[in-house]
């Protein structure tokens, strides 16, 4: 009898990093759930924030098609992580679809880059709604499957911005990613033994968010790299992949840098 497919579940995943650590999943034997927004959800927000993290139906249904192609099934949900009812509903659907969720991916986040004295209360509040709560409510409702269960994997995204190459421009999202930490680590303790906690803290990224950064001041910040570059999407899941397989059975707690070699200089 063939084994059943473990699930993966990752949010923010119709794009960027979160596009690739789905379709590496998906070629590596997972079936996959892409929880993804449009701008309907991101209707207040600047067009800089819209066109960075929003995605299309269509985005998220070709990348469905393209995991159906490498033998996955998969479910595209359209459904924000700062909101519980959406959440609910996101977990009742994986859960109706597969029967299990194996593995968790906390990926979903905004950024919103202004200068120190135009940020705003809302912007600070929406940032940590997103990057922080929507983390913790997305783990809470996954996790009660999970211990359930007695096995599960989460991995969530943090960032060398929540260590130590902060920029004043995006207060924020460094305190999110600082959170994310701290939140990896309690979860860990909570969720002990069944579920392994982990966080993963990239650097620089070669995503479609970054192309609308000044060239210079990308360039600058490669020099910072010991690798001379930005990462390939691709390697960062690897690292989540890892982080989800049995080979990492003995890790949690642990957030694990993935940067190139930032030093600061």
């Not at 993966?8 to 979160?18: F, N, P």
């Not at 007695?150 to 902060?166: C, E, F, H, V, Y």
Request: glycine share 4%; hydrophobic share 40%.
């Amino acid at each position: 009898m063939e084994e059943e497919k473990r699930v993966v579940l990752v949010t923010g995943g119709s794009r960027g990093i979160g596009a690739s650590i789905i379709e590496y999943f998906a070629k590596n034997n997972y079936d996959v759930v892409i929880d993804y927004v449009t701008e309907v959800e991101l209707a207040d927000f600047s067009q800089k924030v819209i066109d960075t993290f929003s995605s299309s139906d269509e985005e998220a249904n070709a990348l469905k098609v393209k995991c159906e192609e490498y033998g996955a099934r998969a479910l595209a949900i359209r459904a924000d992580v700062s909101n519980e009812e959406q959440v609910k509903t996101l977990i009742e659907l994986t859960m109706e679809e597969f029967g299990r969720i194996d593995v968790l991916v906390n990926n979903a986040a905004i950024v919103i880059d202004k200068d120190f004295s135009d940020r705003t209360f809302r912007d600070f509040e929406e940032t940590l709604r997103v990057n922080v709560s929507g983390a913790f409510l997305v783990s809470k409702y996954v996790a009660k499957h999970m211990m359930a269960a007695k096995r599960g994997k989460i991995i969530n995204a943090s960032s060398t911005n929540g260590l130590n190459t902060m920029y004043p421009t995006s207060i924020d999202y460094d305190a999110s990613k600082a959170a994310i930490i701290s939140l990896t680590q309690n979860m860990a303790i909570e969720f002990a033994p069944y579920i392994n906690v982990n966080a993963t803290a990239a650097g620089w990224a070669n995503t479609e968010m970054n192309t609308q950064l000044p060239q210079e001041f990308l360039e600058e910040e490669k020099k910072k790299i010991l690798l001379h570059r930005f990462a390939k999407p691709e390697e960062i899941a690897k690292l989540v992949y890892f982080l989800a397989s049995d080979d990492a059975d003995y890790i949690t707690g642990e957030t694990i840098r993935i940067d190139g070699g930032i030093f600061l200089v």
